[in-house]
């Protein structure tokens, strides 16, 4: 669960509480069930610092959509309009409910929804890993200038080991004499 202090809109919470409500009303099998229940998901949520007030206001929102019929008669399809913003604190709750407002009294045809995406973090701005020297890359084409055969001699080919090792390793004429493979 989340904790009640946490950076998160208001909303998120209260759907979190709606949402194991609907999973306990649907799993219990008596209305004693389902109130025991309850009582187990409101200890839950108050020892993670949700107020009391905010649960019982959602599960009371819950059984009214449950036991209260709906009558909507729509003529005309609404238009969903949905946007993105970046979550801000009680600064979106704000904006939110302003745009909200002037939407539903300017366009009332308009089903206009606000969803929220987190921002930067820490991570996103720092690198996840250093890219390794392309030297070291493996798998890669080449093409070398051999200076025993000429300056008219290249050799052009693929690698399995790394750019580096190919041109200096022991497996080709390409290798540079060291101290110990020098003749004498």
């Given at each position: ?96 409910r302003r745009l909200t407002k002037l939407v539903n009294k300017f366009y009332p045809l308009v089903d206009f929804k606000i969803i929220y ?68």
């Amino acid at each position: 669960f989340y904790n009640a202090q946490s950076f998160i809109p208001e909303s998120y919470k209260s759907n979190l509480i709606y949402i194991l409500v609907y999973r306990v009303f649907n799993i219990a099998s008596s209305y004693a069930i389902f109130h025991a229940d309850l009582q187990i998901l409101k200890s839950k949520f108050l020892k993670n610092g949700f107020s009391s007030v905010l649960f019982d206001l959602t599960v009371c929102k819950f059984l009214d959509r449950q036991y209260t019929p709906e009558e909507q008669i729509t003529t005309v399809k609404r238009m969903r309009v949905t946007m993105v913003l970046p979550y801000l604190g009680p600064l979106s709750v704000f904006i939110k409910r302003r745009l909200t407002k002037l939407v539903n009294k300017f366009y009332p045809l308009v089903d206009f929804k606000i969803i929220y995406r987190r921002g930067r973090t820490i991570g996103s701005l720092l690198a996840y890993k250093d890219k390794p020297p392309l030297k070291c890359s493996s798998s890669t084409a080449y093409k070398i200038e051999c200076e025993s055969c000429g300056s008219s001699a290249t050799h052009v080919g693929k690698t399995t080991n790394t750019t580096h090792e190919r041109p200096h390793g022991t497996n080709g004429h390409l290798h540079p004499p060291t101290k110990s493979t020098a003749p004498p």
